[in-house]
Nanobody
Framework: QVRPVESGGGLVQAGGSLRLSCIVS????????MGWFRQAPGKERESVAA????????RYADSVKGRFTISRDNAKNTVYLQMNSLKPENTAVYYC????????????????WGQGPQVTVST
């Protein structure tokens, strides 16, 4: 079991950018496929992006394709989510999660979750 720890959330104006980081300390992150999810107030948690153990396979929700990029640096035990051209509807708590299964966008497949930083996009 690992405990992902996210950082990099905050307040940004619409059209701006943020980069979220997620570090895993207990075991090598290369053992895990990783995903980013988000939950806005009053809405269900939704998948944002996922990346395979080696970083060769990435998946994105249609709503973020072309604007968000998931990447990883296994040597640093860190996964990133670069978010560009942010919109107010991207406001949510963003969660990093780890799974020993192959890369997946399904929240139910993830076992270990971070606490989630708040990302707020203002108009």
């Amino acid at each position: 079991q690992v405990r992902p720890v996210e950082s990099g959330g905050g307040l940004v104006q619409a059209g701006g950018s943020l980069r979220l980081s997620c570090i895993v300390s207990e075991r090598a992150v290369s053992n895990y496929a990783m995903g980013w999810f988000r939950q806005a107030p009053g809405k269900e948690r939704e998948s944002v992006a996922a990346i395979s153990r080696g970083g060769t396979i990435t998946r994105y929700a249609d709503s973020v394709k072309g604007r968000f990029t998931i990447s990883r640096d296994n040597a640093k035990n860190t996964v990133y989510l670069q978010m560009n051209s942010l919109k107010p509807e991207n406001t949510a708590v963003y969660y990093c999660a780890a799974t020993e299964q192959p890369s997946t966008m399904e929240a139910k497949d993830y076992d270990d979750w971070g606490q989630g930083p708040q990302v707020t996009v203002s108009t």
